[in-house]
Each structure stands twice: as C-alpha cells, then as structure tokens.
C-alpha cells in the first residue's frame, strides 16, 4: 500500500512562507497524481492543490491561487508545495494524498491514500 510522509510544516508569521513535502516511502510517486488537502479546526478538509503524474496539469483551489504552487521531484520521489505569502486562515493540518487515476480532483473521497499530515501555523 502506498505511503506517504508529510513534512515541512510549522509555525510562522503572516506574509511568511513555507515548503511542504511529500515524500513517498517505499513506493515510487511517479505513477499517481497528488494532492495536498487542509483541515482547520472546526471545518471540513478542503483541496489545496494537485499535480498529475506527469506535472502537466495542476490544479489549485481557490485559497491557494496566486500564492501556492505545487511541484514534483521524480528523481527525489518528493512532491512539494510553496506557500508564499501566508494568513491566519492557512492555519490548518495539511495532508497529501495521491490516486492511481491520473486526474486531478477536488474531491476527498477520490483520494484512496493519505498522509498524517503536518501541522501549519500562522500567527504573529
């Protein structure tokens, strides 16, 4: 069963940025399409960002637009996502999670395998 591993989350000030990644542990990312949800306390998960395997098409939610933007190492079997210009409401669990099917969907339940999740902060 495919795993992933979520990293790069924390606390930081307004305006600030962060790098998240997902890593996969045992088995190659290459053949499934990724996603990073997020879920605030009190509110349901919600779809940041997706990339397909191959990177050509990516996805972003509106909360993300113009602020976000998600990337994929082959070689490092590392999916990433920047966030730039962050706000209190980006304070949430970020989780990635992945499908074989190569499109890229907004949708939880379209998402068989799921990471932990990392802890994302925004405060001053």
């Known amino acids: 069963q495919l795993q992933v591993v979520e990293s790069g989350g924390g606390l930081v000030q307004p305006g600030g940025s962060l790098r998240l990644s997902c890593a996969g542990s045992e088995f190659s990312l290459n053949n499934y399409a990724l996603a990073w949800f997020r879920q605030a306390p009190g509110k349901e998960r919600e779809a940041v960002s997706c990339?397909?395997?191959?990177?050509?098409?990516?996805y972003y939610g509106d909360s993300a637009k113009g602020r976000f933007i998600i990337s994929r190492d082959s070689a490092k079997n590392t999916v990433y996502l920047q966030m730039n210009g962050l706000k209190p409401e980006d304070t949430a669990v970020y989780y990635c999670?992945?499908?074989?099917?190569?499109?890229?969907?907004?949708?939880?339940?379209?998402?068989?395998?799921w990471g932990q999740g990392t802890q994302v902060t925004v405060s001053s």
């Open positions: 990339i397909t395997r191959g990177g050509s098409i990516v």
């Open positions: 999670a992945s499908r074989r099917n190569n499109i890229c969907v907004p949708s939880v339940t379209d998402y068989p395998y």
